[in-house]
T-cell receptor, first 114, second 116 residues
């Protein structure tokens, strides 16, 4: 069964800092990996989706990389802003059975201090 | 619609009562998912509907949980004889249902359920 781990659970940084959020998964046979953002009391917003054949995706100040063989993904946030404060969730999708559903990590709660 | 909507946004109930949670997917989306997010836990898949196919119920934690989707649109998640451990945020998501595993899911704001 696929397991997704995100460490640390919480992170606090000063505004302007570049930062990296880590995600690891146990089964490398994934179809794609997705990073989501969740604001308090809100649903999830998809940030980036990386197919298994891709190594990275970029959107604005966000860059997500995927190393499928080592079971790792990173979300890079450049020049962090207080508005980036939220919980960031990593999710992987496998090919078959239970793993064909999205398996989520517990998330990293990011606080960017003005 | 503009996005996935869920109702109620918050629900407080007493242990043993039944509750119904509603999800309105994005118009035209044929795939619909229910997830549960418990405090300190990751999102847990519950059930998946795709068009007229039989739903994938493999994530439902017990037979107290059931869901239906009427007319291929609105879905209702029902929890019978609620227990305190059912307290969580229940999230619904939908996707177009055309591209299988490649698709992005769009999430609703969730229903926060508290069982006293």
């Amino acid at each position: 069964k696929q397991e997704v781990t995100q460490i640390p659970a919480a992170l606090s940084v000063p505004e302007g800092e570049n930062l990296v959020l880590n995600c690891s998964f146990t089964d490398s046979a994934i179809y794609n990996l997705q990073w989501f953002r969740q604001d308090p009391g809100k649903g999830l917003t998809s940030l980036l989706l990386i197919q298994s054949s891709q190594r990275e995706q970029t959107s604005g100040r966000l860059n997500a990389s995927l190393d499928k063989s080592s079971g790792r993904s990173t979300l890079y946030i450049a020049a962090s802003q207080p508005g980036d404060s939220a919980t960031y969730l990593c999710a992987v999708r496998g090919y078959t059975g239970a793993n064909s559903k999205l398996t989520f990590g517990k998330g990293i709660t990011l606080s960017v201090r003005p | 619609g503009a996005g996935v909507s869920q109702s109620p946004s918050n629900k407080v109930t007493e242990k043993g009562k039944d509750v119904e949670l509603r999800c309105d997917p994005i118009s035209g989306h044929t795939a619909l998912y229910w997830y549960r997010q418990s405090l300190g836990q990751g999102l847990e898949f519950l059930i998946y509907f795709q068009g007229n196919s039989a739903p994938d119920k493999s994530g439902l934690p017990s037979d107290r949980f059931s869901a239906e989707r009427t007319g291929g649109s609105v879905s209702t998640l029902t929890i019978q004889r609620t227990q305190q451990e059912d307290s969580a945020v229940y999230l619904c998501a939908s996707s177009r249902g055309l591209a299988g595993l490649q698709e992005t899911q769009y999430f609703g704001p969730g229903t926060r359920l508290l069982v006293l």
